[in-house]
């Protein structure tokens, strides 16, 4: 059985940094892909960040882009998501995912193509 567990979440002030932690276990192997999501309250569920079980491509959304960085560790089987200049918008329970049902990569934005989560990280952020 798969589990993630992140961590790393808190209360900032905007213009500030934090990183997120997931970390898995369970697995059979490292060949994953892997996501960021987030939820604020009454929104739907978004796609952040993603990075490609070849460990190489990545996908960001565009609200992210060049502020966050997502990377893994095979070693540790942690993924990190690197948050950057922080804004007031980015106020959201985050979330790990792994393993897409379907393999397919451009579907790494949909939250109901992964199999497995973690329960949530809460970051707020302050203006």
């Known amino acids: 059985q798969v589990q993630l567990v992140e961590s790393g979440g808190g209360s900032v002030q905007a213009g500030m940094s934090l990183r997120l932690s997931c970390a898995a276990s369970?697995?059979?192997?490292?060949?994953?892909?892997m996501a960021w999501f987030r939820q604020a309250p009454g929104k739907e569920r978004e796609g952040v960040a993603a990075?490609?079980?070849?460990?190489?491509?990545?996908g960001y959304s565009a609200s992210v882009k060049g502020r966050f960085s997502i990377s893994k560790d095979n070693a540790k089987n942690i993924l990190y998501l690197q948050m950057n200049s922080l804004k007031p918008e980015d106020t959201a329970t985050y979330y790990c995912a792994a393993d897409l049902y379907s393999g397919s990569w451009y579907l790494w934005s949909l939250a109901p193509e992964y199999r497995y989560w973690g329960q949530g990280t809460q970051v707020t952020v302050s203006s």
């Open positions: 369970g697995y059979t192997d490292s060949s994953y892909n």
């Open positions: 990075i490609h079980e070849n460990g190489k491509d990545t």
